[in-house]
T-cell receptor, first 111, second 119 residues
Framework: QKEVEQDPGPLSVPEGAIVSLNCTYS??????FMWYRQYSRKGPELLMY????GNKEDGRFTAQVDKSSKYISLFIRDSQPSDSATYLC???????????FGTGTQLKVEL | SAVISQKPSRDICQRGTSLTIQCQVD?????MFWYRQQPGQSLTLIAT?????????ESGFVIDKFPISRPNLTFSTLTVSNMSPEDSSIYLC????????????????FGPGTRLTVL
């Protein structure tokens, strides 16, 4: 079993839709949770950073962490064609630098 | 964040040859990392590049295959040696930077990647 599981998609939604992207994990030692966005032929770009359980909002993006269920989500409101990218979840233990990534979900927002 | 550049951006190489990838950061950083991103797979950490000492390799990666240099706090190289088609991948460097705020707020920022194809 992989430490981090992420549905690879592809996920196709109409412009303006609410998008929900999810990851599950098995290692209860993970304390820091991140979402990266990766456009085609580019490096991953840090989108959201969350410590422990709870919600964090930044503009149209909301990151949600439920440590009891080992489940994290990224919600995108009013999705735009420019949101079309691969979204990678990542997590790490406290006191360490090593990131463990999901495989990424490919999102396409259509006009 | 950090401004990170990589050279080359892409290359096509013959089996059995070696390629050195360069990573340059706009300011000094303590931690630099090298990752591999294969189609349909997670980003996988190859090694942590330490300034002034040998790199620390993850399980499944060895120095003979992926020698790394870190001559100063803004630069690192990764060499992919004796390449085979299985080495075709995107290779990414990243740096660890402190974020403003409390607990363990360092996180990683990535370069644009080097797309390698081995024939």
């Amino acid at each position: 079993q992989k430490e981090v599981e992420q549905d690879p998609g592809p996920l196709s939604v109409p412009e303006g839709a609410i998008v929900s992207l999810n990851c599950t994990y098995s290692n209860s030692a993970f304390q820091y949770f991140m979402w990266y966005r990766q456009y085609s032929r580019k490096g991953p770009e840090l989108l959201m950073y969350t410590y422990s359980s709870g919600n964090k909002e930044d503009g149209r993006f909301t990151a949600q962490v439920d440590k009891s269920s080992k489940y994290i989500s990224l919600f995108i409101r009013d999705s735009q064609p420019s949101d079309s990218a691969t979204y990678l979840c990542a997590m790490k233990r406290g006191g360490g630098n090593k990131l463990t990534f999901g495989t990424g979900t490919q999102l396409k927002v259509e006009l | 964040s950090a401004v990170i550049s990589q050279k080359p951006s892409r290359d096509i190489c013959q089996r059995g040859t070696s390629l050195t990838i360069q990573c340059q950061v706009d300011s000094q950083v303590t931690m630099m990392f090298w990752y591999r991103q294969q189609p349909g797979q997670s980003l996988t950490l190859i090694a942590t590049a330490n300034q002034g000492s040998e790199a620390t390799y993850e399980s499944g990666f060895v120095i003979d295959k992926f020698p790394i240099s870190r001559p100063n706090l803004t630069f690192s190289t990764l060499t992919v040696s004796n390449m085979s088609p299985e080495d075709s991948s995107i290779y990414l460097c990243s740096v660890s930077r402190q974020r403003a705020g409390g607990h363990g707020t360092d996180t990683q920022y990535f370069g644009p990647g080097t797309r390698l194809t081995v024939l």
